[in-house]
């Protein structure tokens, strides 16, 4: 088995590096340069001073007001322009009145893409667009380099960094500038309270993990345990298939399928300890030696092709699995029809079992399966990566220092961490004297039908702008499922698989201009050409006798080259400090 580079333990949701003593090195990329900019050093200027723990107001009230571009809110029915309460209670806390300027989510890339990219009237702060990338915002001069202005106005962001360094690593570019303040998954911060002490706890694994899950009440119904090797995986989705789970006298279950896209299934890959970040999605990894490889041409890689072949073969995996969307395969569960499902994330399993329910079928359960025991008997879950560049300052902001501090304090305060995580305490959360927060039962049994999440969406939290995913936010969102507390705090540290540093087009590893441009060239190239094979492989259209010639072909594509843009990558983001 292949030996990767594990490393656990001190920040649940990112990987765990030992910095190394240094700046950020691999050269400079685009137009701007760290020696030229007087924003661009790390610890700021010598005259600069360390932020210090802001006294509110910020200002005046009234006296100042930032503009804000933004996807609007994920509950469709309060507009952040409505002046949600959570913002209300930022602009009293704060003094700072917020000018919105809000964008249909699905509208949001194209209309602010199309004005990032004409330089023109930009407000204060904007959030940035999925598919931008933005490190190469700040190399156009487009959004300022942050670097001073961290250092000397955001006193939270900095309390965070020193803690965890890899929040720094996750956030600077490939010049040595910062430029985007960063939102947070799980990982990093477990209660509000810990902001205000600066005692942070490591949180250890998820609790929103991406899992498998399984219907228990038919795995009870077959009097099956819950899978834990492979085998038990093939003889369970065996039963489903033949036994008639569902009870309709019809073989019309589907033992299995993916959730969102065809990567789903590679998780069964974690039996021959082939480990994928988070959602399955990535195709990086580090070795003991410290050197990346490519995920999608090793001996562990062929073994899960191998595995989901043959499940395919005998009809337990969906004929439809590579074409899958949430969609597809939440009706699929609705009709009461699936089985298992190889990825998903457990803040869904709640619906699922309501849809179920809502459809006739009393005793639906859907549960988590922890991961297949590898070949070492180990059981190990993968954490998500959790550092995301989500919020730019523009270079028309003409109060920059303020922009900062109110991100500072709107992201990781006390107060803004309660804010964008409970709401509005009386409202939607109560909070004992010994600390313990509750949601209340207008936010728990709301009479306009509405969940917990989006109740708190409608007042403003969880929402777009950055705020850190707290592990206490979850435990009070899922106070009434007990059950999926105690799983996701069931792995020790030793179990927990920090994952490799990439999310999508955000991707944290500082590319250059030049990096990018080899990545623009080759990375789709094999990508699609991966995916088309596997498909192929899989449904047997292409003999698995031929994986050597697959993975020359891949190899021919600059598989190298592109190696050594992400190795030169991933040293440079272990180098920052």
Known sequence: MRRYKKIMGAIAGTLVISLLAGCAGGGSAGSQDANQNPQASG?????????????????????????????????????????????????????????????????????????????????????????????????????????????????????????????????????????????????????????????????????????????????????????????????????????????????????????FNVRDIYRFGEAFGLYRSGNAECRWEIGEDGKLFFKDITEEYKKTLEFLNKIYSEGLLDPEYATSTYDKTTEKISRNLLGALSSDWMSNIGTYNSNLKTAGVENANWVPVKPIRNMDGETLITNRWSVWKTAAISKDCNNPELAMKWLDF?????????????????????????????????????????????????????????????????????????DILEFGNSFTSDQVVQPFPNNGTKAALPFTDEENAIRSEIETNIETYCDEMAIKFIEGKESLDKFDDYVATVESYGLDQLLEVHQEAYERFVSTK
């Open 43 to 259: 610890s700021g200027s010598p005259e600069g001073k360390r932020a210090e723990k802001p006294e509110l107001p910020l200002v005046d009230e009234g006296t100042e007001t930032l503009t804000i571009a933004t996807m609007d809110n994920w509950y469709a029915t309060k507009s952040y322009s409505d002046n949600l309460p959570v913002y209300q209670e930022f602009e009293k806390l704060t003094g700072v009145k917020i000018e919105w300027e809000v964008i249909p989510i699905n509208d949001y890339d194209q209309v602010m893409g199309t004005r990032l990219a004409s330089g023109q009237n930009l407000p204060d702060i904007f959030m940035i667009p999925w598919e931008a990338n933005g490190d190469q915002l700040g190399f156009d001069g487009i959004s300022m380099p942050l670097n001073q202005l961290i250092e000397e106005n955001a006193y939270y962001l900095n309390q965070l960094m020193d803690q965890y360094p890899v929040v720094r690593s996750g956030i600077t570019a490939s010049d040595g500038n910062i430029y985007a303040y960063p939102g947070f998954g799980e990982g990093f911060v477990n209660t509000a309270d810990e902001m205000d002490t600066g005692e942070l706890t490591d949180p250890g694994a998820n609790l929103c993990l991406n899992i498998s899950m399984i219907r228990k009440d038919w795995l009870d119904k077959l009097n099956l345990d819950m899978p834990e090797t492979l085998d038990d995986w093939y003889n369970v989705l065996k039963a489903f298939k033949t036994q008639d789970p569902n009870g309709n006298g019809k073989a019309d279950e589907i033992p299995l399928t993916s959730t």
């Open 410 to 482: 709107q992201t990781l305060s006390t107060e803004g961490v309660a804010l964008t995580n409970f709401g509005i305490e009386g409202t939607s959360y109560t909070k004992t004297d010994d600390g313990k927060i509750s949601l209340t039962d207008v936010a728990v049994n709301n009479p306009d039908g509405i969940g917990p999440q989006e109740y708190l969406r409608s007042l403003g939290a969880w929402g777009q702008l950055p705020y850190p995913q707290a592990k206490e936010g979850y435990e009070v969102l899922w106070a009434d499922q007990p």
